[in-house]
């Protein structure tokens, strides 16, 4: 039987790829996809009627931000709304000589628009990031200090190993040279508490389906005063940033998404934690040659990176999907050969161990019962694994 997308029994540490809709996020939904189906450029009372959700919704991502209504456009997801913040602002200042400052542990979504810009005669610098996979300020401010900038994009939490950048004094930085900020929020959102009223950060970007939303709906912040180039063009949707009829049940669902962040953020916050340390603890106690990735402090409350010595990755998480637990490698198949992990790289693990990576990422519904489960069949995996390579 399949119970929320997943068979019963099974237990879900993957929230950091994506996590279920909520089910007071599909109430607010499930009329916009039967009655209220208007469109909502349309004068007639469907059309006003799609309207005023995606205006309610509006307000509501706005709230759990700190930022005014008119500053939130909506987009198709994480990645979109990154490329419309890297690309729509370099290409309205058409300087091919101005740097592009990004730093080596970005989601992909910011590294392949940046790289597609650099081909385009623009000069991306790529900050390094020091063991736990932070970007120092000092290290931005040379950098800065050294050439014409035209923006900065630093992601704010990563989703591999859930370090947490000090975004408060690189958005300073960047306001001291008067240069745009970017943060890729997907991860944070949701997770830790961001206020744009006194954050200095001119764009953000944030993903529907990582807080409980649905797939196929995001949002980028653009502070009052920052101008973008429209990326998709057609007709004057989202106040003509980004054409499109808009996705009306999507946009309401992540408005509903919002909201319940809003409220249960701190309740979210100290659970998650708590789970994500039991854990830990119940690895360390089990097994030797256990590895912690990512800041052990300034680190998201439900992701837990750790690298297992003598265990490759892939293996371990194979084997613990047929024990019915879903969780990442932190290791990609490409070209049928494993390549380790870039932030795990950037942040000087040796490839052996990046290799041997997992990443736990915890979610609002995990019980304290399921993580000791994890606990258990991991460490047996793991011992049996450890012994059939020592055999061969």
């Known amino acids: 039987m399949i119970k929320n997308g997943t068979a019963e029994n099974r237990i879900y540490l993957d929230h950091n790829a994506t996590t279920p809709v909520h089910p007071q996020v599909l109430e607010v939904m499930l009329p916009c996809l ?65 740097r592009i400052i990004t730093s080596a542990v970005e989601h992909d979504a910011v590294l392949k628009p940046a790289a597609r810009l650099a081909g385009l005669g623009y000069e991306v610098v790529t900050l390094p990031v020091d063991s736990y996979g932070r970007v120092a300020p000092d290290d931005l401010r040379k950098c800065l200090a050294g050439g014409k900038a035209l923006l900065v994009s630093i ?69 009052k005063g920052v101008r973008l180039a429209p990326q998709i063009l057609g007709g004057s949707h989202e106040r003509r940033l980004r054409a499109g009829t808009e996705n009306t049940a999507g946009i309401a669902g992540l408005g509903a998404a919002c909201e319940l962040a809003r409220s249960e953020l701190e309740q979210r916050k100290d659970q998650q934690a708590s789970l994500r340390e039991r854990l830990w603890t119940g690895l360390r106690s089990s097994l030797e040659g256990v590895h912690l990735n990512g800041h052990p402090v300034h680190r998201l409350c439900n992701t837990l990176n750790v690298s297992f010595e003598g265990v490759e990755g892939e293996a371990l998480l194979l084997n613990l999907d047929l024990r019915g637990i879903a969780c990442s490698s932190g290791s990609a198949c490409a070209s049928g050969s494993l390549e380790a992990s870039h932030v795990l790289t950037a942040m000087g693990v040796p490839p052996e161990l990046a290799q041997a990576s997992v990443r736990f990422s915890l979610g609002r519904d995990n019980t304290a019962g399921e993580i000791d489960r994890v606990a258990e069949e991991v460490s047996r995996v793991v011992v049996r694994l450890r012994s059939m390579q020592f055999s061969h």
């Open 155 to 223: 992601i704010a939490a990563n989703n591999e190993v859930g370090t947490i950048q000090p975004v408060e004094e690189l958005g300073r930085v960047c306001r001291e040279f008067s240069v745009p900020f970017h943060v890729d929020a997907v991860q944070a959102v949701g997770r830790i508490g961001l206020d744009l009223k006194t954050l200095p950060v001119d764009l953000l970007s944030l993903s529907a389906h990582k807080i409980y939303g649905p797939k196929g709906t995001g949002v980028l912040y653009v502070r």
């Open 34 to 98: 039967k009655e209220n189906f208007g469109n909502a450029s349309s004068i007639h009372a469907e059309g006003r009627a799609a309207r005023a959700l995606i205006d309610r919704a509006r307000a509501k991502v706005a709230a759990l931000l700190g930022a005014a209504a008119e500053e939130i456009y909506f987009t198709s997801g994480g990645s979109e709304s990154n490329n419309l913040a890297l690309r729509g602002l370099v290409e309205l200042q058409a300087d091919r000589k101005g």
